[in-house]
């Protein structure tokens, strides 16, 4: 088998990711020899989606201020944010922008040529700084064309990370299968930075990329990571019908509004000050409450939905500031927003939860470390606010590369790794060779199914107790799993095995997370336990992996500002 050496393996190309490589490789100043692996082409990873913005506070002179950013997202947090990192977040968040304004970034600009920003959900200021509706876009290309500048930067694309190597608590390597040739090898490193995102794809209906199946996650939690609150995943309110394809909190930011089939702008009943930006959790769960009710508009296959009306902002507003959302309206609903409400409902869309990490993004394991959607640094706890994602990858991308780039350096020795390991993870990676058995893309249709109908914005016992249920005889059928293509290049089939397994996994820690909190907390919602619970449920949710199940703990939240009030928006 063959073997390749670095300093540092950074897991993952989107913005984390390649923030991170930019700071490690511009503070080791050529010392370090750093890889980046990424499952998909370097540029087509998810982060490319985002749209609407990036959180900082850029103009204090005109009444903003960092404490009012760090209230905002501990509220919106529904007080399960650690304090501590949010204050963190939000004194490196302004520097990012800037960061990203000396490397080239086309952000868009006031008429007098001072960095623009636009309203998003839960903010009490105008804040997302943006570029136009293609945000992360931009961002992904201006922190590519910075990384030229580095010679020592190795690139794995389409390569795909089987497993993360651990003995004796610390990091050895990784497995990986290069989905171009076929090869199956080894990346030892000094260092590990976990940067693989967010999982949603276990939702039929969701904002995601296909790609985005949480494989970083389900590796780090069968190595012995624990998983840090999985519970919250958060329900962005607007998701194109049918498709799920995101229309940017932008789009309310710049002023649409939302509309039920009686012509209400129903907001006002459930967010009187904040109406459309009011945090996404309390407008997801307004949204499904009007479709209950009877004031949605009702579809055949089930996906009832909500307008969201653009066109008194006329259609110079909507070229300039939202083109992107006005070209996915026409090309898959095809309608012109210009002219016509867009069909929306609640999607899947971010995992508040992941990989337990400290406040600088350091896990359990030694000489491993985890930035951006991937990691739980507990910036979001219960709801994140809208563009507090981007900036979080920039931060803890900064931060991480930072730290494990030192360590790498300061590590003389290349840690060995057991052959005889190595064997066995080949063998256990094609043996999924099944020639008759079990049908992947079946067991993942009816994954996404459970995940929307029994784990979505509202919960309770009975729904979650039958999606754990089914969740674990789901994950006996896909160890039976055919595959049948048998070739080793770009075999999509065995790869959609293996992604199925991983979303799993996940699966159940959540349903497993959200069986045990009975507590109605930010995007957790539970029927049967309404209230949010501060007495019992203060706490961050911990899970281990058991071949049984999650073995669940808690650990306290840190709070150094604000105890926890009632939310009211
Ligand atoms: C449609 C949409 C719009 C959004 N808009 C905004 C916004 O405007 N503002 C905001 O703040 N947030 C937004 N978000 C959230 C934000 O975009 C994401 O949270 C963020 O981009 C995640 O970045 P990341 O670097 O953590 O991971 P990703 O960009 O998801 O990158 C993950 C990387 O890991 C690699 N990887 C994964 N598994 C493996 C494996 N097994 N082997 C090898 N490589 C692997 C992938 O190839 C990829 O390179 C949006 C989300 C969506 C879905």
């Not at 399960?80 to 990012?96: G, H, N, S, T, Y």
């Not at 009187?272 to 009007?290: F, G, L, Y």
């Not at 996404?448 to 994950?475: C, P, T, W, Y």
């Not at 290049?489 to 959540?510: C, M, Q, S």
């Amino acid at each position: 088998m063959r073997e390749f050496d670095h300093d540092l393996i950074i897991l993952g190309s989107g913005i984390a990711g390649l923030r991170a490589a930019i700071e490690a490789a511009r503070i080791s100043r050529g010392e370090a020899d750093i890889a980046i692996i990424s499952k998909v082409q370097l540029m087509r990873s998810h982060s490319v989606c985002a749209e609407g913005g990036t959180a900082a506070v850029m103009h204090p002179e005109e009444g903003d201020s960092l404490e009012l950013h760090a209230w905002d997202t501990v509220r919106g947090s529904d007080f399960l944010a650690d304090q501590d990192a949010v204050a963190r977040f939000i004194e490196e968040a302004p520097k990012e922008i800037i960061q990203l304004e000396h490397w080239g970034i086309p952000w868009s600009r006031r008429p007098d040529g001072r960095i623009d920003q636009r309203p998003f959900g839960g903010h009490s200021f105008d804040r997302a700084v943006f570029a136009a509706d293609k945000t992360g876009f931009f961002e992904m290309h201006t922190l590519y064309d910075t990384l030229q500048k580095y010679a020592r930067v190795t690139r794995y694309d389409e390569c795909y990370a089987t497993s993360i190597l651990v003995e004796d608590s610390s990091f050895r390597g990784l497995t990986v299968w290069d989905l171009t040739s076929g090869d199956f090898f080894v990346l030892r490193g000094r260092a590990l930075i976990i940067a693989t995102g967010g999982a949603c794809r276990m939702y039929g209906f969701t904002t995601y990329s296909l790609t985005a199946t949480g494989d970083g996650l389900a590796m780090a939690y069968r190595a012995g990571f624990p998983l840090k609150d999985m519970e919250f995943v958060q329900f962005h309110p607007t998701g194109l019908v049918p498709s799920g394809i995101l229309i940017t909190e932008g789009a309310r930011g710049e002023g649409g509004y939302l509309i039920n089939s009686k012509g209400e702008r129903f907001m006002e009943k459930y967010a009187p000050a904040k109406k459309e930006i009011a945090p996404r959790d309390i407008v997801s769960r307004s949204m499904i409450t009007e479709i209950e009710q009877g004031r949605g508009f009702a579809r055949p296959d089930g996906l009832d939905y909500i307008h969201i009306d653009l066109r008194h902002l006329g259609a110079d507003k909507i070229n300039q500031r939202l083109p992107l959302i006005r070209e996915v309206a026409i090309k898959f609903a095809f309608l012109d927003p210009i002219s016509e409400p867009i069909p929306v409902r609640p999607a899947a869309h971010y995992f508040m939860g992941g990989i337990h990490t400290d406040i600088d993004g350091a896990t359990s394991i030694e000489g491993v470390w985890v930035a951006g959607e991937a990691g739980c640094v507990s910036l979001h706890g219960a709801n994140r606010l809208g563009a507090n994602s981007t900036a979080e990858c920039l931060v803890w991308g900064k931060i991480t590369g930072a730290k494990a780039v030192n360590w790498a350096i300061k590590r003389k020795a290349l840690p060995l790794v057991s052959r005889e390991r190595l064997r066995q993870e080949e063998a256990l990676l094609f043996e999924e060779f099944h020639d008759k058995g079990e049908n992947a893309y079946l067991i993942r249709k009816e994954l996404q199914d459970i995940m929307d109908h029994r784990v979505g914005v509202f919960r309770n016992e009975l729904e979650l107790e039958s999606a754990l249920k089914r969740i674990r005889e789901l994950k006996e059928s896909v160890k039976y799993a055919q595959v049948k293509d048998k070739s080793r290049i770009y075999n999509t089939n065995l790869l959609t095995v293996l992604e199925v397994k991983n979303l799993l996994d996940l699966a159940e820690v959540i349903v497993a997370g959200g069986l045990a909190r009975t507590e109605s907390r930010g995007a957790h919602s539970r029927r049967d336990f309404p209230q949010r619970d501060d007495v019992n449920w203060l706490k961050h949710t911990l899970a281990y992996y058991a071949p049984e199940g999650p073995r669940l703990d808690f650990t306290p939240v840190t709070i150094t500002m604000w105890e926890p009030v009632e939310r009211r928006y």
